[in-house]
Each structure stands twice: as C-alpha cells, then as structure tokens.
C-alpha cells in the first residue's frame, strides 16, 4: 500500500463548478499535511497547509479527518486557472511524502 | 519571501559525463533541504534528505556515489550526478525548509527544477 493515494483523475469540470479531491495516508504517526498544486512541467507551489479543525483559503477548503486518515481538498467556483495537478502532501519528522497527484482541467 | 532558486534549469549532455545542479535559498536558512526526481506523469519520488554540515541521507535504491549531494552551507545545496546515463534523464527539483519569516518550519518550498537529457 501507497503512503499517500490519491484519485488520479483525471477531473474535467466547467468553470464554476465545485469540485473536491481526496487523500488518504498509511503512516497514523503523521504530523503535518499539505496541498501542493504543480502544473506542466514545472514545480509544485505550495497551496495551503491542512489543519486539524479545516481551513479555508478564499475558494479552497482543506479538511483533515486523523481518525481515517483523511485528507480533503474542495475548490468551489474553479477557474481555468485552477487547471494543474494537486499533490496531497503528508509529514513526519521532516520526511514529506507526496500522492501520485490528481489531474484538475477546468473548461470553458 | 521563502524562495528557492536552482540552477540551472535545463542541461543536455553526453553519456558519461556529470552534471551539477544547485539548489539556493534566496531569502531564508535552509537547515534542511531535500532532492527529488520526477519522470513524465509521475509523481515526485525523494532521492536524499540533507542538513547542513552532515551527510546526505539517501532514500533506499538511490546510489550516494552516483548521485553526490553536499549541503556546505544554510543556503546552497548541490546534487552532481555523476557518470550520467539515459536513463537519468528526468526533471530534478530541490526544495528547502528551515526559518521562514511568517511560515512553518515544516514547509518545503521548491526550486524551479532542473530538466535533464542524458544524449
């Protein structure tokens, strides 16, 4: 089993649409967790960091469930730019570990 | 702040030869940083995990005498890949954590990546 798994997708979805990703991770011993989104050819970013009680960034919310393990990303009105891969990140004494990602194209 | 420069981005040489690549922190001390490799359409795998002033610790199935890591300071790091061959063709990104003014300790911020093609 994956450290990290994640659907890989890929999600097509209009702009505007809602759209959430999820995450699960093996390790229970976990401290940290994260979204990176990466596009074409280039590095991941930093998205936001996920805590125990959710958080949310302008049209993203993250969610973390420690009890399953579980990591969520909900991204409401998408934009085209919204269109790259999102990498579900987990850590552990600064060892990070990355989901396969999962593949995000909104259209117009 | 929190930037990562890499240098440089993109490199073509011949079988054989070796290829450094380095990796700074622009605006913060690393006291960690971290190399990566990704193949087309897959995801990150972590080669080595370096701390300033020691040795690198390399993951299972990556070759330290083939892929030299040395992290001589809280800004740079350096990966040479030594002897390169086609098959270490691949997009390599550093990323860095340490003291970021406004940020988490935890966090790694990446380089721009380097793409290398081993003719």
């Known amino acids: 089993r994956k450290e990290v798994e994640q659907d890989p997708g890929p999600f097509n979805v209009p702009e505007g649409a809602t759209v959430a990703f999820n995450c699960t991770y093996s390790?229970?011993?976990?401290?940290?967790f994260f979204w990176y989104r990466q596009d074409c050819r280039k590095e991941p970013k930093l998205l936001m960091s996920v805590y125990s009680s959710g958080n949310e960034d302008g049209r993203f919310t993250a969610q973390l469930n420690r009890a399953s393990q579980y990591i969520s990303l909900l991204i409401r009105d998408s934009k085209l730019s919204d269109s790259a891969t999102y990498l579900c990140v987990v850590n552990r004494n600064n060892d990070m570990r990355f989901g396969a990602g999962t593949r995000l194209t909104v259209k117009p | 702040g929190a930037v990562v420069s890499q240098h440089p981005s993109r490199v073509i040489c011949k079988s054989g030869t070796s290829v450094k690549i380095e990796c700074r922190s622009l605006d913060f001390q690393a006291t960690t940083m971290f190399w990566y490799r990704q193949f087309p359409k897959k995801s990150l795998m972590l080669m080595a995990t370096s701390n300033e002033g020691s040795k690198a610790t390399y993951e299972q199935g990556v070759e330290k005498d083939k892929f030299l890591i040395n992290h001589a300071s809280l800004t740079l790091s350096t990966l040479t890949v030594t002897s390169a061959h086609p098959e270490d063709s691949s997009f390599y990104i550093c990323?860095?954590?340490?003291?970021?003014?406004?940020?988490?300790?935890?966090?790694?911020?990446f380089g721009p990546g380097t793409r290398l093609t081993v003719l």
């Open positions: 990323s860095a954590s340490g003291r970021v003014v406004g940020g988490r300790a935890d966090t790694q911020y």
């Open positions: 390790n229970s011993a976990s401290q940290s």
